[in-house]
């Protein structure tokens, strides 16, 4: 039992912890057993009284909890409320952090220039597109495509004549 004890003394948590932890240990071990015993029954007291507090706190705090509840209820102040009002101060205050504030800026700039490329390439496309209608090419496929248009209305008067 008492190697399982040394165990736990020299636990590391970081490496400043593990050098203290070393050192702790290495005294320990160095205690006689009546002392070791005496520091383990001195740690277990502190302990009970620690964990004695610990409770009594929780038991405090739960009352306190509770006369808040009833005077927020007796306030008409609904746990809704409480969210809704926790939830815009969290939103005002990313709003008004600089980090916010400079990303916003950076993401306007991008937009307007983005909607200034994408308008102009629109525009483009569209001047493009008024040229090729206005084209011979264009032009002459209109014609052919009113051709085969008028000669599919001509057959399809035949075929119901016929019928």
């Known amino acids: 039992m008492e190697d399982h004890n ?17 050192e702790i240990a290495a005294e320990f071990a160095a205690l006689t057993v009546e002392e ?9 007291q502190e302990l009970a009284r620690v964990e004695e507090e610990i409770n009594t706190l929780r038991t405090v705090l739960a009352s306190k909890t509770r006369h808040a509840s009833d005077l927020k209820r007796k306030l008409g102040i609904t746990v809704w409320k409480e969210l809704t009002d926790d939830v815009n ?17 950076v993401l306007k700039s991008t937009g307007e220039k983005t909607a200034s490329v994408f308008g102009s390439i629109t525009s483009g496309i569209s001047s493009k597109l008024s040229q ?3 084209s011979d090419s264009m032009r002459s496929i209109e014609a052919s495509v009113g051709s085969a248009y008028e000669n599919v209305k001509a057959l399809s ?6 019928n």
Do not use: H
């Not at 003394?9 to 400043?16: K, M, N, R, V, W």
């Not at 101060?89 to 800026?105: A, L």
């Open 6 to 22: 040394t165990a736990n003394l020299t636990e590391p948590s970081s490496p400043a912890a593990s050098v203290a932890s070393a």
């Open 36 to 44: 070791k015993e005496q520091r383990r029954a001195e740690w277990s």
């Open 89 to 105: 101060q969290g939103v005002k205050n990313i709003k008004e952090s600089t980090v916010f504030q400079r990303t916003e800026s």
């Open 132 to 134: 090729m209608k206005n």
């Open 157 to 162: 008067r035949v075929i119901r004549w016929r």
